[in-house]
C-alpha cells in the first residue's frame, strides 16, 4: 500500500561515487607537474582525505538480548569516560553514530551484568551484545539478626543533601522520544462512533495503535535550586507537518534526592522517596546482595512499602558502596498508592560518572499502563543526556525564559532523524511515522478539513436544545457558538419565567496566548414583567493588549459578584419559595482596555455609562404550597415589603486596576510568548471613580482596594493551601446607591460558587458596604491524607477541605465562619458554622455544594 523510503546510501559510497572523479583529473594534472609541486598536491590531496575521513561518522548498530536470548528493552551504550553515547529501543536495538577511531564501549541495563566492546570503528559495523543477570554476592553473615539495607540506607540517606546540591549548575543535551497506544477501545462512546475517530488517527480495524509518537532534542540548562532553561533544537511528531512536540525534559525531571516527587494530576498526595529524611517511617529494604562495576562494589535494595496504600514506590535501587550514591533505580508505583488516570507507572533511571566529579542522569525511562471507560492505553517516555558541562557559563536573568521554541525546529527531514536519534525506532514506529505521513498531507489540507467540519456541523434540533451547536471552521480557526435553549430558560420571582438566549463567534489569532476576536449577542424577555433585555459583547486583540466594548440592556444581579447562579436561583425559588437573588435593570455601554504590562505586571482600565432602575417582583409562582414558605420582596434591605432599595439614576464611572505576580518567568513559542502561573502571590491594587454631572450622572465616590492571593501553595504530604486577603476603603461616598457598593461573595443556598474568595453563610445582601471593610479566606486541600487511610473511602478518592472565612466592617463586626468536608472531582461538600462578636448574625449550621 504505501512506498518503501529510499534507502539510506552508505556516505562512504558518496563519496567513492562523487569524490574520486576530481581526484582522477588531479592525477592526470599531476603527470605535467615539477617534483615539487607533485609533492606540495600529495600533501593536500593527503590532509584533505583525512579530513573527510575524521568528519565522517560510522554507524554502530546491533541488538542487546539477556542470556536466555530475550530483547533488553532500553537498554544503555555509552563511550567510557564520556558521557555521549545512546539507548536501545523497546526491541533491545541500538545505533550510535561514531567518528572513525577506537572506543571503549559500555552495554549496560538495570539488573544486568555490564559489558564492555572495544570498537576500532571505519566502517558501519553491527555487533550483537548478551548482557547475563547479575549475580549479587550474599553475606553470609548478618550482624545482629538486622538486615544490612538498613544500614546503607542510613548512609545513603545521610548524603542525601549532600548529592542533591553536589552540582550547582550543569547544560546537558536531551533526546526525548514519546509513544503513547491504544490497545483497546468500545466501538462506540457517548453517542460517538469510535471506528471513524480511529480511522482519522490510523488506528487498524480493531481501533488498536499509536495515538501519539514524537521525538524532540533540547539544550537543558539547570542552576539550583529550580531554576531551568530549555531550547528545543528539534522537533518531529508523527502525523502532523506543522506541530511542535509536547516533550518537554522538564516534565520528565526526577531526582530522588529530593523528600518526593509530586506529579500532579498522576496522584493527588506527593510521592515519598525512597531516600526521603522521613523514609524509615514509609519503607522496609532488603539487601539483595552486592556485585562490583567498574572496580566499585554496588549494592541492590529491595524498596517495600511499610503500608500498602501510603504513596509509596516499589522495586529496586542501587547504592554505591562507600560513597552511598544512587547509580540506578527501577521502581514503579500502582494504584494502591492511589494514583489516578494510570493503572502502574515504572521509572527506570540509570547514571553515569561526569569529570569524576558527580554522577549525572544518563537515561530516563517512564512506562504506563491505564484504562478508563473502556479504553485501555499504555506507552513509554524516554530521556537521554549526554554532553553534559558541570561548570558552565551562566545568567540567572537567563532562566526567566524556560522554554524556547523557534521555526524550523519541526522542519528537520528524515536524514538528519537516522543520524541523530540515539534510540532506534522500532518496526512499528517505522510504520507509525510513514503511514501517518501521507495522513498529515491529507489531513493539513483545506479539502479535508472542510470535508471532517462538514461532518461535525450537522445541524440537529435535539442538539440545539439540549446540548447546544458549535459550528467550526478549523481551516480558517472560526468557531460558532449557539447556547443550547433548554440551559437558558430561568425563573425568578421578578421576570417569571424567562430565557437569556447566548450566541458567539470566534477568531483564534494567537493560541499560544489566548488572543482572539469574538462578537457575541444575547437576548431575553421576562415573560411575567414583559421586559425585553439584550446586549452585545466584542473582546478584540490591539497589539499585546486586548480591548472590549459591551453595550445593551441587562437584568443584572446587584451583587456583582453574582455569587448565586441562575440555575440555582431557579431551583430554590421553584422547590422552596427561596427567592435569593435580587435583581435590577442597566442600561449601559462600556469598554475597557487590558493586558500585561511588562513581566508578572498587568493592568486593566474600564470606563462605563449607566442608567439604572430597581425592578418589583412580578411573580409568586412556585411548585411548592408550603404555607410556612413565603417570597422575599425584591429588596434585601426590607424582605416584607416591594418598596424601591434605589431610585432611577445614571452612572458615569472609571476604574483602574494593577497587579504584580513576583514572577517573570514565560515560554517563547514561534507566534509569541506565553507566560507562566508565579509560585508567588500576586497583589492587587484598584481605584475606582464614581464622576457626577458627566452625561447626567448621578454618583460621586471614590473607591481603592488592595487584595493578595495565592491558590494551590504546595505543603507536601499535608495537602495544599489557599488563601486571598482583601481590603477596601471608599474614600469619598457623596452620592452613591447600592450597586456601587463593596459586595462579598456570600451564600445562603444549598448550591453556592465554589472558590477561594466565596463565603460559606454570609448574607448575599446585607453586609454589603460603602464605608470600609476587610476580609480574609483560608481553604487547606489535605488531597486524601486522611481519607486515604480509610478503607471504604480511599477507592474515591476523597480530598479533606478545611475551610477559614473572616469579614469586618461597620455593618459587621468581626465575623468568621469554619468548614470542613470534601471535594470529590469538581464537587465539594461542605459543613459551616458561622460566629460574630455582635447581634447581627446569629449562630447556624448550614451544608453547601460547590462546583469549581
Not at 544503555?76 to 536495538?93: C, F, H, L, P, R
Not at 478549523?474 to 447556547?483: A, M, P, S
Request: aromatic share 14%; charged share 20%.
Amino acid at each position: 500500500m504505501f512506498a518503501s523510503p529510499p534507502e539510506r546510501t552508505p556516505p562512504l559510497t558518496i563519496i567513492n561515487t562523487y569524490a574520486m572523479q576530481p581526484f582522477n583529473n588531479l592525477v592526470h594534472l599531476s603527470i605535467n607537474l615539477s617534483p615539487y609541486m607533485r609533492s606540495a598536491l600529495a600533501l593536500l590531496l593527503f590532509l584533505s582525505f583525512n579530513i573527510s575521513a575524521f568528519a565522517q561518522q560510522f554507524t554502530i548498530s546491533g541488538k542487546v538480548i539477556d542470556d536466555a536470548g530475550n530483547a533488553i528493552p532500553f537498554a544503555s551504550v555509552y563511550i567510557q569516560n564520556t558521557t555521549q553515547g545512546a539507548s536501545a529501543n523497546s526491541d533491545g536495538e541500538y545505533a550510535i553514530s561514531l567518528k572513525p577511531g577506537k572506543y571503549i564501549l559500555q552495554y549496560k541495563a538495570v539488573g544486568y551484568k555490564q559489558e564492555s566492546r572495544t570498537v576500532d570503528v571505519t566502517q558501519a559495523k553491527t555487533i550483537n551484545i548478551t548482557l547475563n543477570t547479575e549475580f549479587y554476592q550474599l553475606q553470609t553473615v548478618v550482624i545482629g539478626g538486622k538486615d544490612p539495607a538498613f544500614a546503607i540506607m542510613r548512609k545513603a540517606i545521610k548524603k542525601r543533601k549532600t548529592y542533591l546540591n553536589e552540582v550547582n549548575a550543569y547544560t546537558a543535551d536531551v533526546y526525548i522520544k514519546g509513544m503513547q497506544k491504544l490497545l483497546e477501545a468500545p466501538k462506540k462512546f457517548l453517542g460517538r462512533n469510535i471506528d471513524d475517530i480511529g480511522k482519522q488517527l490510523g488506528l487498524d480495524s480493531n481501533r488498536r495503535g499509536i495515538i501519539y509518537l514524537s521525538e524532540s532534542e533540547s539544550k537543558y540548562s539547570f542552576m539550583q535550586p529550580d531554576k531551568v532553561h530549555e531550547e528545543m533544537i528539534s522537533s518531529k511528531v508523527s502525523g502532523s507537518n506543522r506541530a511542535f512536540s509536547f516533550n518537554r525534559a522538564t516534565d520528565l525531571k526526577v531526582n530522588f534526592y529530593e523528600n518526593y516527587e509530586d506529579w500532579g494530576r498522576i496522584s493527588l498526595r506527593p510521592l515519598i522517596s525512597p531516600l526521603s529524611d522521613n523514609a524509615f517511617f514509609y519503607y522496609n529494604y532488603k539487601w539483595l546482595g552486592e556485585s562490583v562495576e567498574n572496580g566499585k562494589t554496588v549494592n541492590k535494595i529491595k524498596v517495600i512499602p511499610r503500608r500498602e496504600h501510603d504513596p509509596c514506590f516499589e522495586g529496586y535501587i542501587y547504592i554505591q558502596e562507600d560513597s552511598w550514591r544512587l547509580v540506578g533505580l527501577n521502581l514503579y508505583v500502582t494504584k494502591k498508592a492511589n494514583i489516578s488516570i494510570v493503572d502502574t507507572v515504572r521509572i527506570n533511571q540509570q547514571f553515569v560518572p561526569v569529570n569524576n566529579k558527580a554522577w549525572m542522569t544518563s537515561t530516563i525511562r517512564f512506562d504506563f499502563n491505564g484504562g478508563l471507560f473502556g479504553f485501555k492505553f499504555g506507552g513509554y517516555f524516554i530521556s537521554v543526556y549526554k554532553n553534559y558541562d558541570l561548570e558552565p557559563a551562566l545568567n540567572k536573568k537567563d532562566f526567566n525564559e524556560v522554554l524556547r521554541i523557534t521555526k524550523g525546529v519541526n522542519k528537520k527531514d528524515s536524514t538528519y532523524w537516522e543520524q541523530e536519534r540515539p534510540v532506534p525506532l522500532t518496526a512499528e514506529e517505522k510504520t507509525d511515522y510513514k503511514k501517518k505521513e501521507i495522513l498529515a498531507a491529507k489531513r493539513e489540507s483545506k479539502q479535508y478539513i472542510d470535508s471532517v467540519d462538514k461532518v461535525n456541523n450537522k445541524f440537529k434540533p435535539i442538539t440545539l436544545v439540549l446540548g447546544g451547536i458549535d459550528l467550526r471552521n478549523r481551516y480558517k480557526k472560526e468557531y460558532y457558538h449557539f447556547d443550547p435553549v433548554l440551559g437558558d430558560i430561568f425563573f425568578n420571582t421578578v421576570q417569571g419565567v424567562g430565557f437569556y438566549y447566548k450566541a458567539a463567534f470566534t477568531k483564534m489569532i494567537d493560541t499560544v496566548n489566548n488572543r482572539f476576536f469574538r462578537l457575541a449577542a444575547n437576548a431575553g424577555y421576562g415573560f411575567s414583567n414583559r421586559i425585553f433585555s439584550g446586549d452585545i459583547n466584542i473582546i478584540a486583540p490591539v497589539k499585546q493588549m486586548q480591548f472590549g466594548f459591551n453595550a445593551g440592556s441587562e437584568v443584572l444581579d446587584m451583587n456583582n459578584l453574582q455569587p448565586i447562579t441562575t440555575l440555582s436561583n431557579t431551583i430554590h425559588s421553584l422547590f422552596a419559595r427561596q427567592n435569593y437573588q435580587k435583581l435590577y435593570q442597566k442600561q449601559f455601554v462600556s469598554m475597557s482596555l487590558s493586558g500585561r504590562i511588562s513581566g508578572g505586571f498587568r493592568a486593566s482600565a474600564a470606563v462605563e455609562y449607566a442608567n439604572r432602575n430597581w425592578l418589583p417582583n412580578t411573580s409568586s409562582y412556585s411548585f411548592s404550597n408550603n404555607p410556612t414558605r413565603v417570597y422575599t420582596s425584591n429588596n434585601p434591605l426590607v424582605p416584607t415589603a416591594d418598596v424601591p432599595l434605589f431610585p432611577q439614576n445614571q452612572t458615569f464611572k472609571i476604574g483602574l486596576r494593577a497587579s504584580y505576580d513576583f514572577s517573570n518567568r514565560y515560554e517563547t513559542y514561534p507566534n509569541g510568548r506565553r507566560y507562566l502561573p508565579s509560585e508567588y502571590p500576586t497583589i492587587s491594587f484598584s481605584y475606582t471613580k464614581g464622576i457626577k454631572n458627566v452625561l447626567g450622572s448621578d454618583v460621586d465616590y471614590d473607591k481603592i482596594a488592595a487584595d493578595i492571593t495565592k491558590t494551590d501553595i504546595p505543603m507536601g504530604l499535608y495537602g495544599r493551601t489557599s488563601f486571598y486577603i482583601g481590603a477596601g476603603k471608599f474614600i469619598n461616598s457623596n452620592s452613591i446607591y447600592f450597586p456601587d457598593y463593596n459586595q462579598f461573595k456570600g451564600n445562603q443556598g444549598l448550591f453556592y460558587r465554589s472558590g477561594v474568595t466565596s463565603f460559606l453563610l454570609l448574607d448575599l445582601y446585607t453586609y454589603s458596604t460603602h464605608t470600609e471593610y476587610i476580609e480574609g479566606h483560608f481553604e487547606h486541600n489535605f488531597s486524601g491524607f486522611i481519607a486515604n487511610k480509610i478503607p471504604l473511602l480511599r477507592k474515591l478518592k476523597l480530598q479533606e477541605i478545611f475551610h477559614v472565612n473572616y469579614l469586618s466592617s461597620p455593618e459587621l463586626k468581626n465575623y468568621y465562619e469554619v468548614g470542613v468536608g470534601v471535594r470529590y472531582l469538581n464537587l465539594k461538600l461542605l459543613y459551616g458554622q458561622s460566629y460574630n462578636s455582635g447581634s447581627n448574625v446569629h449562630s447556624a449550621f448550614r451544608l453547601g455544594i460547590g462546583f469549581r
